[in-house]
C-alpha cells in the first residue's frame, strides 16, 4: 500500500494542471454548500437579533394578578425547563390631568417597577426590550421614577381643569387623589403619586376614551397607598407594539421605578409582567404552549411567535412550513449539483489515467490496490480542497456580507433597529460538518466508482486506451449483419454529416460510439439547466408569494394604519359622510407623522343584473361546482340574471381613472341619469383543495340597484325573482299579533330537503310587488361600462363579504345631490396611512389618536387599526427570501458555469491525442471546429432536454414546497430561466469550441502523439 | 527532399538530406538519436525551429495551416508504432480517413483491394478495440497508403508486432513503393527491416552519421 500511496502522491504531483482542476471542483462544490447554508444561518441569526432587539428575548409573557404571581414565580423557579424569568410588578394604577392639555382628558398611568430577575439575582434584568430614554436614566433605587416624555413640562392639574366632561368615570376618582407636582414635571421634580389597586390591571381595555371598561371586573378601584417620587428620567413610549416594557394594549401609560421584588412577596402589588425563557428542549411550538399552559394555567398568556420561528419553531404559519421545504428543495439541488460538479472533475482524472492502472496491473498490482490508490488520492485531495472550500465558502459569505451589509440590512428590514453594523456571519459547526462530510462522501463515491471500472479494465486494453469505446447491443448486431452480408457497404449518411460534411460523421461516430465520454457533458448541461430554471423559478415565485404572505396575514398593501369610519345614524345623508370623510383623511394628512395614501367607501346593496351581463356558462359550471347554495349568498335566475346583495365600493376620482384605462373605458364621470360603474371581474372559490376563479361578468349592461327607504310597520322587506324574472319586492307579513300565543312564527327542519332550509311552517304570509312599484323601495340604474379582473389591493380593506358582484364607482357621486347613494347609501370609510418616513412611530400614534378623538361623534365609529410592526415583520421576512433568492441564483450561475467548462475541457484535454491524430491525417483546423460544434450541437440539445425534465420536476417541488403560501398561484414553468440557460449553454459551449481549436493551433502534434498520458 | 533543424533540444542539429522519389530508406539509429523528429519534420506535423523541408522543390511548412492540413491528406501517409487509430472509427472509416477529410469518396475497387491486400476482409466494420495489434497496424497502413500519397513515412511499423506480422506488414509497404512508385521512408531498430531498404541512414546524437545507398531505385 506505501507504494501505492507513493505513487498517488506523485502522480498527483506530475500531473498538476489535472490535479488543480479536481481540486477546485471539490473546492468550489464545498463552498458552495457551506456558502448557501451559512448565508442561510447568518441571516437567520440577523433576523433573530433583530426580533431581540425589536421585541425582546422572551418566550412566554403573561400579566398575571397580583395574587397569583407568587404562586407562578414559584411554579417557574421548581420547573426544569425554565431557563430565565424576568418581573415587572405593576404596584397600581394612577391617573393625571394635563394643564396643557384641557381636551384630553385624564391620563391613566400603570406604576411598573423595571423587570428584575426573578429566579437567582433578584437584581434588574430584562428578557423585554427597554424603552429609549430620552433625558436622564431609568431609575435605580427607591423613590426614583421615569416617566414617559409626554409628560416632561406637564403641569399636573385638577378635575375641574379639564373642559370635556365626556369621561365620566373621572368623577368617581376625587380630585386629590391625582398624580400631582409642585411644578411642571422636569428631572429632579418631586411627584406625588396616590395609587389605586383592588382590581386586575391585566383588565384595562384598549382604548382610553373607553376607559369605564376599568371597572367591567365589577369592582371599583381603591386607594391602596400614596408615594413620593423624585423623577429622575424621561423615556419614549412605544404604543402600539407590544415590544418594549412600555408598550402594552394601550390602557394606559407606564412610570417605571426600581425593580423591588419585594413588592410581590408583601403583595403590595396589583399585578405583574411575566417574560419567560425556556431551555431549548421542546421540540415545537406545541410543547412550547403545553408547557406555558401548565405554568400559567388559566391566567391568559401569549408566545413570542415571531421569535420562536427565528429560533426553529416555526409552526402554524404556512410561510414558515414553505421556507423549510423550500431550503430542503434547495439543499437537494444544490447537493445534486455539488455531487455533478465532484463526480465529474473526479471521474475525469481517473479515465484519464487508465492507461496507468493498466500499466500498473500489468506490473502485478492488484484490483484493491488500484481502488487503494485512488481513494487515496479522494483523501490527499479531499484534506486539501475541502477545507479549502469551507473557507471560501464561509469567506464568500462574510465578504458579501461585509460589503453589501447595509444594503442586505435595509432589505431585510434591521437597518434602524439599533443593528446598523449589519449583519455577521454565523459560522456553525453543524453546517460545516455537514458540508465537509458531504463533500467527502460524494468525493469517496465519485472516486470508488470509477476506480472500480478502472481496475477491471484489462492491462492491454488499458495501453491500447479504447476502453471507453463501445458499441451498443444494436450497434454489434448491425456489424454482424453487415459482416454476415459480407459488404463495405458506407452506411447511410446521418444528419450531423448532412449538415458539418465529413467533420459531422466524425462527430456522429464521437457520439454514437463513445457515448459514455458525452454522457458527463450532457449531464452536467442538464445540471445547469436545472439549477439555473430553479434560481428562476425561485425568485417566479417571489411576487406570488409576497402577495399571498401579505394576504394571509390580512396585510393588503403598504398602508401602516388603517383607519375605520362608520356613521350609526342612519338619517345621516352619505353625501354628509362622505364630506367628513374627506375632512377626516384631510386631517390626518395634515399630521407631520401621517401620510395619507387614499381613502374609499363600501356598502352592500341589493342588485339586479338584467340577463345578457352575466356568462350563462360560468354561472352554469358554478352551479355544477356546488357553490351556488341557500346560503352563497348568490341568487340566479334565467338566462343568467341575477337579484342579491352587491358590493359597492366608492373610489377615489383618480383610481377611477385608473381603473378604467384598466377596463379600457372612458372614465368621465356622467350625471345621475347615466351613472357608470365597473365591475370587478373576480370570484374565487375553494373547493376540495382546489382553488378556481370564476370570471362570471362578461357584457356591459344595466344593473339596479334597490334600497330600502322605509320600513312598513307589519311586515318586513325581502327581495326576490318573481315567475317571470322580474325583480320582487316580498313583504312577509307576521301573523296577527293578537294570535301571537297560538301562532308564532315557527321555522321547522325540513329533512326532505338536501340542505338544511327551514321552511315557514304558515304563520308568515308573503305579498309580492314588482320592485319598481313598491313604495318602500327606490330604485337607481346604473350603467357597467366594464370590467377589471382584480379588486385592487387598496380595497380589500373596504369589503367585508363575498367579492361577486362588487361594483366600482368615483366617489364623487356620494357628494352629489340628485342620485340614490347621496342619500340611501351607509358606507362604511376606509383610510389608508402611512407613517411618514423618519416619523417616530409613538409620536405618529399620538397623532392619529388625536385626530379620532377630534372627529369622534356619539353617532360615529373610527377605528385605527395599526399594522406597521406586522408589516416591517413581514417584509423582513420576504426581503429575507428575495436575498436567498439572489444569492442561491448568483451561486447557482457560478456552480453551472464552473461545472460545465470543467467538464468540457477535461474532456478536451482527454481528446488531445485523438485531436493530434486527426491533425497528423490531414484534419484542419475548420473541420475540427465543425466536428466540435456538431458534437457540442448534440450535447447541447440533449443537455437541455434533459435539463428541462429536471427543470421540470424541482420547479414543480418548489411551488409544492411554497404551497398555500403563493394565495392559490398556479404552477408556471420558468420558460424564461430555460431560455437563458439554453442561452447560456451556447455560450459556454461555444467558448469551449474556441477553447479546444485554439489548444489544437497551439498542440505540438508530434508531441501529443508521443505523450503518454493523453 | 531537404531538411535541417536545430531545436532547443537540438533533437536534429544541422541535418541535410534529399530523397529521391520511389526510393525506400530506412532511418535507424539509437533511442533518442533524432529519428522520430525526423520523420514528424517531413510528415508535416512538427515545424523546425530553422531551416526548411522542401517537397518537390516547395517548402512545406511555408504553407498556411489550411495548406499545410492538405499536404498531410495528400501528399503524405503516416503510419505509427503505436497505430494510432481514431477508435470511434471502424477500419473502414479509418482507411478513409485522410480522403474524406479532403472530400474525395475513395473508389470503391481501390479500397476492396486494399482491404484485401491488408487480409482485413470480413473486418471492415470492426472498431480498432475489436482488431488484433497487427490487424491494427495494417488499418494504420492503409490509411497512409490509400489515395497514394507521394511518400509513406512509418516509424517504427513494426515495433510492437511479432516477427510473422512484421514480414507482413513490410512486404506489404515495400511492394507498394515498389508498384506505385510511393517514396517509403522507414524508421527502425531493425537490421533485417534496414537490409531490404535502398538506402540506410544513420543518425547519431541529431546528426546523420551515415547515408549508404544500396542499389538503384526501382
Avoid at chain 1, 424603552?131 to 436614566?137: K, W
Avoid at chain 1, 395634515?590 to 345578457?612: C, I, R, W
Avoid at chain 1, 403563493?966 to 424564461?976: D, E, K, N, R
Avoid at chain 2, 537490421?191 to 531505385?217: F, H, L, M, Y
Wanted: charge should be negative; charged fraction near 15%; include cysteine.
Amino acid at each position: 500500500m506505501s507504494v501505492m500511496t507513493s505513487f498517488t502522491k506523485k502522480s498527483l504531483l506530475a500531473n498538476r494542471a489535472r490535479t488543480v482542476v479536481s481540486a477546485i471542483g471539490i473546492a468550489l462544490a464545498t463552498a458552495l454548500l457551506t456558502a448557501v447554508f451559512t448565508t442561510v444561518s447568518s441571516l437567520d441569526a440577523a433576523l433573530l437579533q433583530r426580533i431581540v432587539v425589536t421585541e425582546g428575548s422572551w418566550q412566554v409573557h403573561a400579566e398575571v394578578a397580583a395574587s397569583d404571581t407568587q404562586e407562578v414565580v414559584e411554579k417557574l423557579r421548581a420547573d426544569s425547563h425554565t431557563a430565565t424569568v424576568t418581573v415587572a410588578d405593576d404596584q397600581g394604577i394612577t391617573a393625571y390631568v394635563d394643564t396643557r392639555l384641557q381636551d384630553a382628558g385624564i391620563e391613566l398611568v400603570i406604576v411598573r417597577s423595571l423587570p428584575y430577575d426573578a429566579v437567582s439575582t433578584g437584581e434588574h434584568d430584562s428578557l423585554m426590550c427597554m424603552p429609549t430614554v430620552t433625558e436622564g436614566r431609568l431609575p435605580s433605587a427607591p423613590g426614583e421614577i421615569a416617566l414617559p416624555k409626554a409628560m416632561k413640562n406637564a403641569s399636573l392639574g385638577k378635575l375641574s381643569d379639564l373642559n370635556d366632561s365626556r369621561f365620566a368615570m373621572v368623577s368617581l376618582l376625587a380630585s386629590d387623589v391625582l398624580m400631582n407636582a409642585q411644578q411642571s414635571l422636569e428631572i429632579g421634580s418631586e411627584i406625588t403619586i396616590p395609587l389605586y389597586g383592588g382590581f386586575d390591571v391585566s383588565n384595562l381595555s384598549v382604548s382610553l376614551s373607553n376607559a369605564q371598561d376599568m371597572y367591567s371586573g365589577g369592582t371599583l378601584p381603591q386607594v391602596i397607598g400614596k408615594e413620593s417620587f423624585t423623577v429622575v428620567g424621561f423615556y419614549s413610549e412605544q404604543m402600539y407594539y407590544v415590544n418594549d416594557l412600555t408598550g402594552s394594549m394601550r390602557a394606559a401609560r407606564f412610570a417605571l421605578t426600581a425593580p423591588n421584588p419585594e413588592a410581590v412577596r408583601n403583595e403590595q402589588a396589583v399585578g405583574a409582567s411575566v417574560w419567560v425563557t425556556t431551555d431549548s428542549r421542546f421540540a415545537s411550538q406545541t410543547d412550547i404552549n403545553t408547557w406555558a399552559q401548565s405554568i400559567f394555567g388559566d391566567t391568559s398568556y401569549e408566545l413570542h411567535y415571531t421569535l420562536l420561528s427565528y429560533q426553529g419553531f416555526g409552526e402554524g404559519s404556512p410561510i414558515w412550513k414553505s421556507l423549510g421545504l423550500v431550503v430542503n428543495v434547495l439543499a437537494f439541488v444544490i447537493a445534486i449539483a455539488a455531487f455533478a460538479l465532484i463526480s465529474n472533475a473526479f471521474s475525469i482524472s481517473v479515465a484519464q489515467r487508465t492507461r496507468q492502472f493498466g500499466l500498473l496491473q500489468s506490473l502485478g498490482a492488484t484490483r484493491r490496490q488500484i481502488i487503494g490508490s485512488v481513494l487515496t488520492e479522494a483523501v490527499l485531495l479531499g484534506c486539501i480542497s475541502i477545507p479549502l472550500g469551507i473557507v471560501l465558502g464561509v469567506g464568500g459569505v462574510a465578504l458579501v456580507l461585509a460589503n453589501a451589509g447595509s444594503f442586505l440590512a435595509d432589505l431585510i428590514g434591521i437597518s434602524g433597529s439599533g443593528m446598523n453594523h449589519g449583519i455577521a456571519v454565523a459560522v456553525s459547526p453543524q453546517i460545516i460538518l455537514g458540508a465537509a462530510g458531504f463533500s467527502a462522501v460524494v468525493l469517496v463515491l465519485s472516486a470508488l466508482v470509477p476506480a472500480m471500472r478502472a481496475s477491471r479494465v484489462s492491462p492491454m486494453e488499458a495501453v491500447r486506451q479504447t476502453q471507453d469505446v463501445r458499441l451498443t447491443k444494436r450497434a454489434l448486431r448491425k456489424q454482424k449483419r453487415i459482416a454476415a452480408s459480407g459488404g463495405a457497404k458506407a452506411s447511410h449518411r446521418g444528419l450531423l454529416e448532412r449538415i458539418f460534411g465529413y467533420p459531422g460523421l466524425l462527430a456522429q461516430r464521437n457520439l454514437s460510439r463513445a457515448s459514455a465520454r458525452g454522457r458527463s457533458v450532457v449531464a452536467s448541461l442538464a445540471v445547469s439547466v436545472v439549477l439555473l430554471a430553479t434560481a428562476g423559478s425561485f425568485s417566479m415565485y417571489l411576487e406570488p408569494l409576497s402577495k399571498g404572505t401579505y394576504e394571509l396575514y390580512g396585510i393588503t398593501d403598504d398602508a401602516d394604519v388603517t383607519v375605520t369610519y362608520y356613521d350609526h345614524n342612519e338619517d345621516a345623508a352619505s353625501g354628509t359622510f362622505a364630506q367628513r370623510t374627506q375632512e377626516l383623511a384631510q386631517a390626518f394628512d395634515e399630521k407631520n407623522a401621517l401620510e395619507l395614501l387614499g381613502y374609499s367607501f363600501g356598502t352592500d346593496v341589493m342588485v339586479y343584473l338584467e340577463p345578457g351581463i352575466l356568462d350563462a356558462r360560468e354561472v352554469e359550471s358554478l352551479k355544477e361546482a356546488g357553490l351556488v347554495t341557500t346560503y352563497s349568498g348568490l341568487t340566479f335566475g334565467e338566462n343568467a340574471s341575477f337579484l342579491d346583495y352587491a358590493q359597492l365600493v366608492f373610489v377615489e376620482d383618480s383610481l377611477w381613472t385608473e381603473l378604467c384605462a384598466a377596463a379600457g373605458v372612458d372614465s368621465s364621470i356622467k350625471d345621475s341619469t347615466e351613472i357608470q360603474a365597473l365591475g370587478i371581474n373576480e370570484y374565487k372559490s375553494y373547493r376540495n383543495n382546489e382553488n378556481r376563479l370564476y370570471k362570471l361578468f362578461s357584457q356591459p349592461g344595466k344593473a339596479t340597484l334597490y334600497f330600502k327607504v322605509s320600513q312598513p310597520d307589519d311586515a318586513w322587506i325581502s327581495f326576490e325573482l318573481g315567475d317571470d324574472g322580474s325583480p320582487q319586492v316580498v313583504y312577509n307579513h307576521y301573523a296577527d299579533s293578537e294570535d301571537s300565543s297560538s301562532s308564532q312564527v315557527d321555522y321547522s327542519y325540513d329533512d326532505t330537503s338536501e340542505h338544511a332550509v327551514y321552511v315557514d311552517t304558515g304563520t308568515v304570509s308573503q305579498e309580492y310587488l314588482p320592485a319598481d312599484a313598491s313604495p318602500d323601495v327606490t330604485s337607481q340604474d346604473v350603467y357597467i361600462i366594464g370590467y377589471v379582473d382584480e379588486m385592487p389591493a387598496v380595497l380589500s380593506q373596504t369589503t367585508y363579504s363575498t367579492s361577486f358582484p362588487a361594483l366600482v364607482m368615483p366617489s364623487s357621486y356620494l357628494m352629489q345631490s340628485d342620485n340614490a347613494f347621496a342619500s340611501y347609501t351607509h358606507p362604511r370609510a376606509n383610510i389608508r396611512l402611512k407613517i411618514a418616513q423618519d416619523a417616530d412611530a409613538y409620536e405618529a400614534d399620538e397623532q392619529v389618536s388625536a385626530v379620532i378623538k377630534q372627529f369622534s361623534t356619539s353617532d360615529s365609529g373610527i377605528y385605527a387599526n395599526n399594522m406597521s410592526l406586522a408589516l416591517a415583520s413581514m417584509r423582513s421576512l420576504l426581503g429575507f427570501i428575495e436575498l436567498l433568492a439572489i444569492l442561491f441564483s448568483g451561486i447557482t450561475v457560478l456552480v453551472a458555469i464552473a461545472n460545465v467548462f470543467n467538464t468540457l475541457t477535461n474532456s478536451i484535454i482527454l481528446r488531445t491525442r485523438e485531436f493530434a491524430v486527426l491533425a497528423s491525417t490531414g484534419l484542419d483546423a475548420k473541420g475540427l471546429a465543425r466536428m466540435l460544434i456538431a458534437e457540442c450541437l448534440n450535447y447541447a440539445l440533449r443537455g437541455l432536454l434533459w435539463g428541462i425534465i429536471g427543470a421540470a420536476i424541482t420547479s414543480y417541488l418548489l411551488w409544492y414546497a411554497w404551497g398555500e403560501s403563493l394565495g392559490g398561484a398556479s404552477f408556471i414553468m420558468p420558460w424564461t430561466s430555460v431560455v437563458l440557460a439554453a442561452l447560456g449553454i451556447v455560450v459556454v459551449l461555444a467558448a469551449s469550441v474556441l477553447y479546444a481549436i485554439h489548444r489544437s493551433r497551439v498542440l505540438n502534434i508530434a508531441e501529443a502523439l508521443r505523450s503518454d498520458v493523453a | 527532399m531537404y531538411g535541417e533543424g536545430d531545436a532547443v533540444t537540438k533533437a536534429l542539429d544541422d541535418v541535410s538530406l534529399t530523397i529521391q522519389q520511389g526510393e525506400f530508406v530506412a532511418i535507424v539509429g539509437s533511442s533518442g538519436s533524432g529519428k522520430s523528429t525526423l520523420m514528424h519534420l517531413m510528415g508535416g506535423v512538427d515545424k523546425p525551429t530553422s531551416g526548411t523541408v522542401l517537397l518537390d522543390g516547395k517548402d512545406v511548412y511555408a504553407r498556411s495551416d489550411a495548406e499545410l492540413a492538405i499536404y498531410r491528406r495528400r501528399e503524405v501517409g503516416l503510419v505509427y508504432q503505436f497505430y494510432n487509430l481514431i477508435p470511434v472509427l471502424d477500419v473502414v472509416e479509418n482507411i478513409t480517413l485522410p480522403m474524406s477529410l479532403d472530400g474525395r469518396k475513395p473508389d470503391d475497387g481501390e479500397l476492396m483491394v486494399l482491404i484485401h491486400t491488408l487480409g482485413l476482409e470480413g473486418r471492415e466494420h470492426h472498431l480498432p478495440n475489436q482488431l488484433s495489434g497487427g490487424q491494427q497496424q495494417r488499418v494504420a497502413i492503409g490509411r497512409a497508403l490509400l489515395g497514394r500519397p507521394a511518400v509513406v513515412l512509418a516509424d517504427e511499423p513494426t515495433g510492437n508486432l511479432d516477427s510473422h506480422n512484421t514480414a507482413e506488414i513490410m512486404e506489404l509497404l515495400q511492394r507498394y513503393n515498389k508498384e506505385n512508385g510511393q517514396t517509403l521512408v522507414v524508421i527502425t531498430h531493425d537490421p533485417d527491416i534496414a537490409a531490404v531498404a535502398n538506402r540506410v541512414i544513420t543518425i547519431e546524437d541529431g546528426k546523420i552519421a551515415s547515408d549508404v545507398q544500396k542499389g538503384s531505385v526501382s
